[in-house]
């Protein structure tokens, strides 16, 4: 089916920036709304920023201004641009996506999809 794949996520200290990406592989046949989720040690998940299909964005009041998102259709995949950042923003950030997918003959989905995170360190 589809598998997410997330990268770029380090140690960095605050006011720093890093680019996370997260790449689609497998029987793609297009990726419909991305999120950017987080989760610090003890909390919940908690969504970070959404772009959807059309490339409307939407952030946490958290983030906003700081963060951004976007994606790169042709290519798979979706970005979270990160600058001035916060120790309060060290976290596992995930990608999730809805998408479309090819079995066989047949178009699937939209099928809801994680990768396995990246850890985002910030150091104060």
């Known amino acids: 089916q589809v598998q997410l794949v997330e990268s770029g996520g380090g140690l960095v200290q605050a006011g720093g920036s890093l680019r996370l990406s997260c790449i689609a592989s497998?029987?793609?046949?297009?990726?419909?709304?991305v999120n950017w989720y987080r989760q610090a040690p003890g909390k919940q998940r908690e969504l970070v920023a959404t772009i959807t299909s059309g490339d409307t964005t939407n952030y946490a009041d958290f983030v906003k201004g700081r963060f951004t998102i976007s994606r790169d259709n042709a290519k798979n995949t979706a970005y979270l641009q990160m600058n001035s950042l916060k120790p309060e923003d060290t976290a596992v950030y995930y990608c999730?996506?809805?998408?479309?997918?090819?079995?066989?003959?047949?178009?699937?989905?939209?099928?809801?999809?994680w990768g396995q995170g990246t850890q985002v360190t910030v150091s104060s």
């Open positions: 497998g029987s793609v046949l297009k990726i419909e709304t």
């Open positions: 999730n996506a809805q998408a479309r997918y090819y079995s066989g003959s047949y178009v699937r989905g939209p099928s809801n999809y």
